[in-house]
C-alpha cells in the first residue's frame, strides 16, 4: 500500500481517472458526496458499465452543494443543471444502498472489463472536491491506495462483504434521485427571494424577535417615542439596536421623509433607560431640531420622555474650547459616551486630512470613538454612498475602530478589499450597454461581493 498526499499530482482524483473507461466498473464508498466533484468526472463516470454506490444512512453529510472550498463552484450557478445530470446518471449506472451506520471512510475498487479489481483507494476521504484532491483538504487524512493487483483483490473482497451485508433498497435510490431533482427545480422568484433572506438572517436564532433585542425590562414600550413609531420604524430600531449590540455599529439609511430621527430617537431613549451616556452629533443647521426633543416646550411632543442627550456640531469637532449651546468644549469627555449617534453620518464619508493638523473625521475616530469606555456608533443618512463605496467603508470603519478585519467572523475578511472589488464591478456596470445597465444586472454584479457586508452594516 502507498500513501497517498492527496495535493499536486498526487491525488485521489488521479488514481480514479485512468480507470474510468468504457466497460469498466466502480465501486464505492462515501461519507459524503458533492455535485461538483461529480461534476469533475462526469464524462467519465457516464461511459462506465455499472457502478455500486454505498451512501451513509438518510441524507446526513452528503453535501450535496459542496463546503466551504466549493463557494467559486456554487457561484457559477451551475447546481441546478448538475443535480439534474447527476439524477440521470443515478438512473441509468448507480445500483445505490444505504449504510446501516455513519460510513467512518471512504473506499473507491475500480475494476476492469471483466470485473478484476485493477486500483482500490480507502482512507480518509469522500466523493468530494476536497476528498478528490480539488479543493485544499486536512492535512491529517490518511489515505492509501493498493500497489498491486493482489492487494486491489483483498481490498475489493472487502467491499463486496459489505455490499453483500446490505439488502437491496430501491427505496434508498429513488429518494437520493428525488433529492437530486428536487434541487434540479425551477424555483419562482418568490421563493427564491425567501431562501436568500433565510440564508442571510437563519443563523441569528430567533431574528427580530423584539422581546428578545429590546428588553421590555427596561421600560422602551411605555415611552411616547415608541408608541409614536410606525410599525415598520420600530422593525428598523428593532433590527438597529440587534446590530449595535452584535456589531457595535449600525447605519440606518432610510429615505427622506421615512423617519429616522424618531427612529434614532427611541433607539437613544433605550440606552438612555440602560443608564447609559448618548452623544448627538449634528450639522449645525439640524441643531435646534435635536435641542427642541430635550426642551422643556410646549413643541416637544415628547417631553414626557425627559431626554437627557449632549447635542454637539460636526464643527465642534476642530475646536479646542468655547461654547457649543450650554456645552464647554475644553471640558468635555470626549471618551465617556456609550452611545454616539451621528447625524448625516455622509459628511464623514471622507477621510480628508490636513497637514499637521487632525482632521474632524480623525478626531471623532480617536477622542470619540477609540478613548475612553467602548462606544456604539449609529450612523443616519439617506445617502450613505455619494459615487464611490470607499464613502460607505470609511463610515463602517467608525463602527470597527479601523479594524480591517472586523466582520472577518461574518465572511468578510477585509471590508477594504470587499468594498475594492465591489467597486469594480459598480464601474463595470457603468460600461455595459442602456439595456443591460438595469437595477437587476447592478444587484447580480456586486452580490458576490457586496451581500453579507450590507447585512452586517446596514438597516434601511
Known amino acids: 500500500m502507498k500513501l497517498i498526499r492527496n495535493t499536486g499530482a498526487d491525488r485521489v482524483i488521479d488514481l480514479l481517472r485512468p480507470h474510468l473507461k468504457r466497460g469498466h466498473q466502480l465501486d464505492c464508498v462515501t461519507p459524503a458526496f458533492s455535485l461538483f466533484a461529480f461534476a469533475e468526472l462526469r464524462e467519465a463516470l457516464s461511459v462506465l458499465d455499472r457502478v455500486q454506490m454505498i451512501l451513509p444512512p438518510g441524507n446526513d453529510g452528503l453535501t450535496l452543494l459542496g463546503g466551504e472550498g466549493d463557494r467559486a463552484a456554487r457561484n457559477r450557478l451551475q447546481s441546478r443543471w448538475l443535480a439534474n445530470q447527476c439524477a440521470r446518471w443515478i438512473c441509468d449506472k448507480v445500483d445505490l444502498r444505504r449504510a446501516l451506520a455513519a460510513v467512518p471512510q471512504g473506499a473507491a475498487v475500480l475494476r476492469g472489463p471483466s470485473a478484476t479489481p485493477e486500483q482500490v483507494v480507502l482512507g480518509s476521504f469522500a466523493f468530494s472536491t476536497e476528498g478528490l484532491g480539488l479543493t485544499p483538504g486536512n492535512p491529517l487524512n490518511l489515505i492509501q491506495a493498493s500497489e498491486s493487483t493482489t492487494e486491489a483483490a483483498q481490498l475489493a473482497a472487502w467491499f463486496d462483504h459489505q455490499w453483500a451485508s446490505i439488502k437491496t433498497q430501491p427505496e434508498a435510490r429513488d429518494s437520493f434521485i428525488q433529492t437530486l431533482r428536487e434541487i434540479g427545480e425551477h424555483r419562482d422568484p418568490l421563493t427564491l427571494y425567501t431562501l436568500i433572506l433565510f440564508h442571510l438572517f437563519g443563523d441569528s436564532g430567533e431574528g427580530l424577535d423584539e422581546e428578545r433585542i429590546v428588553k421590555s425590562a427596561t421600560g422602551i414600550r411605555n415611552t411616547v417615542v415608541w408608541k409614536k413609531l410606525f410599525k415598520f420604524q420600530r422593525d428598523a430600531v428593532v433590527g438597529a439596536i440587534d446590530k449595535l449590540n452584535r456589531f457595535g455599529g449600525c447605519i440606518i439609511a432610510d429615505s427622506v421623509g421615512l423617519g ?8 437613544i431613549k433605550y440606552h438612555e433607560l440602560r443608564n447609559d451616556r448618548v452623544l448627538v452629533l449634528v450639522p449645525k443647521r439640524l441643531r435646534d431640531n435635536w435641542a427642541l426633543y430635550k426642551a422643556n416646550d410646549k413643541r416637544n411632543i415628547l417631553a414626557a420622555d425627559r431626554f437627557n442627550y449632549d447635542i454637539l456640531n460636526h464643527t465642534d469637532l476642530s475646536r479646542d474650547g468655547g461654547l457649543s449651546g450650554d456645552i464647554d468644549l475644553a471640558h468635555v469627555n470626549w471618551g465617556n459616551y456609550d452611545l454616539v449617534v451621528i447625524d448625516e453620518s455622509h459628511n464623514f464619508r471622507n477621510k480628508a486630512t490636513h497637514k499637521g493638523k487632525e482632521s474632524r473625521y480623525d478626531r471623532l475616530m480617536r477622542r470619540i470613538i477609540k478613548e475612553g ?43 477594504e478589499a470587499t468594498t475594492r472589488k465591489a467597486q469594480t464591478q459598480f464601474n463595470r456596470w457603468l460600461t455595459l450597454d442602456e439595456a443591460e445597465k438595469t437595477p437587476a444586472r447592478l444587484i447580480e454584479m456586486l452580490g458576490k461581493v457586496c451581500t453579507t457586508a450590507a447585512e452586517a452594516a446596514v438597516v434601511g
Open 373 to 415: 469606555v467602548k462606544t456604539r456608533v449609529l450612523m443616519l443618512s439617506a445617502t450613505p454612498v455619494n459615487n464611490r463605496l470607499a464613502d460607505l467603508r470609511n463610515q463602517i470603519t467608525f463602527v470597527t475602530e479601523g479594524d480591517d478585519t472586523a466582520l472577518s467572523e461574518h465572511g468578510i475578511a477585509s471590508i
Open 260 to 267: 429616522k430621527t424618531f427612529e434614532a430617537l427611541a433607539i
